[in-house]
């Protein structure tokens, strides 16, 4: 089949494939925020990568942050990160993947207004391919007490 014919029946079938991300954030089993969240081009060209052999087990840090900016699709890292954590758990169940990470009393106090996922980084600042970003409108404060549960949904459409 030539180049043409395959742009003409890529016009005809039209496919398109939509990713969606939301972040959902609750403290002590309250759900205090949900919004989407603006997936990066450097997310989506990661996941363009691993469809040529990528790995099967990528490491994923949740990174928190003060800065105020709005999410850029061009943004490759939080504006001040100020806490990173590897994520609790991985699941995929159909086109819908959900990725946890949970902060004890101990863990992230105080006043977050950026948060990120970072792909195939490490627990150092800024390190790795950040998939998607968002600014909680007024942010999400934790208290010593309280525990922070942090969910992301990433689903994945036919246009």
């Known amino acids: 089949m030539s180049y043409a014919a395959l742009l003409s029946w890529g016009d005809v079938m039209n496919d398109n494939i939509k990713v969606k991300g939301e972040w959902l954030f609750f403290l002590d089993s309250y759900l205090v925020f ?59 169940q159909a086109n819908l993947v959900r990725i946890r990470t949970f902060f004890l009393p101990a863990e992230a106090n105080g006043d977050w207004k950026e948060f990120g996922l970072f792909l195939s980084g490490t627990d150092l600042p800024d390190s790795g391919t950040l998939f998607n970003r968002i600014t909680p409108p007024g942010g999400i404060s934790k208290a010593g007490n309280q525990v922070l549960s942090v969910e992301v949904r990433v689903t994945f459409e036919a246009g």
């Open 34 to 92: 949900r919004g989407d969240n603006l997936i990066t081009q450097a997310g989506l060209n990661f996941l363009a990568e691993l469809l040529t052999g990528g790995s099967d087990d990528i490491p994923i840090h949740l990174a928190m942050g003060t800065g105020t900016n709005p999410p850029a699709l061009t943004d490759t890292k939080l504006q001040i990160e100020g806490m990173r954590k590897p994520v609790s758990s991985k699941q995929a």
